[in-house]
């Protein structure tokens, strides 16, 4: 089955200490992102990568950071998480191909106390 | 920057009828797309409409799009209780690198 997978879905942690947020996809598809969201202001890209190896900024990249080492693996990691990190995250992926649609993982719940 | 804003914010009808959801955006598209959110939920992609088509079609949704308005709109039709969940529009402004830029969406209840 065609799939985006992340985990944890639900993560509680204090401030200032590190956490990664893993993402999978088993589609071979080279575009991959991060997205988080909070009420009121619908989805907003963290980062995305194009490809193994090429990562860029989306709008709101302050206080992540994610590597590529992998075509199928997009971790999002929060260095020295902070409570303003509390959201809900979503990966996703798709074909580079602008008339194919993005695949959305289920959402890692994250709170910071 | 949030590009689609969705219209209205929360709509609530009974199960039968029919649900309009409109997109306005600022700037070219290459394509806009809806998806659909369950609670807390992962997104669903419902349906892509590419910059130079007006209408598309699939199952119950059709959706529309004005690039002269730069608007959108998602009719979902004979609603029934599983329709409720909350709809996004999605642009994809192109740019070189490609990007989603989603609204705040809408908030459908349907009630039987």
């Known amino acids: 089955e065609a799939q985006v997978t992340q985990n944890p879905r639900y993560l509680i942690t204090v401030t200032g200490k590190k956490l990664t947020v893993t993402c999978s996809q088993n589609m071979n598809h080279e575009y991959m992102s991060w997205y988080r969201q909070d009420p009121g202001l619908g989805l907003r890209q963290i980062y995305y990568?194009?490809?193994?190896?090429?990562?860029d900024k989306g709008d709101v990249p302050e206080g992540y950071k994610v590597s590529r080492k992998e075509k199928r693996n997009f971790p999002l990691i929060l260095e020295s998480p902070s409570p303003n990190q509390t959201s809900l995250y979503f990966c996703?992926?798709?074909?580079?191909?602008?008339?194919?649609?993005?695949?959305f993982g289920p959402g890692t719940r994250l709170l910071v106390l | 920057s949030q590009q689609g804003e969705e219209d209205p914010q929360a709509l609530s009808i009974q199960e039968g009828e029919n649900a309009t959801m409109n997109c306005s955006y600022k700037t070219s598209i290459n394509n806009l797309q809806w998806y659909r959110q369950n609670s807390g939920r992962g997104l669903v992609h419902l349906i892509l409409?590419?910059?130079?088509?007006r209408e598309k079609h699939s199952g119950r949704l059709r959706v529309t799009l004005d690039t002269s308005k730069k608007s959108s709109s998602l009719l979902i039709t004979a609603s029934r209780a599983a329709d409720t969940a909350s709809y996004f529009c999605a642009t994809d402004a192109g740019q070189g690198a490609q990007k989603l830029v989603f609204g705040q969406g809408t908030r459908l209840t349907i009630n039987p």
């Open positions: 996703a992926s798709k074909h580079p191909d602008r008339r194919e649609t993005q695949y």
């Open positions: 409409i590419r910059s130079n088509e």
């Open positions: 990568s194009m490809n193994v190896e090429v990562t």
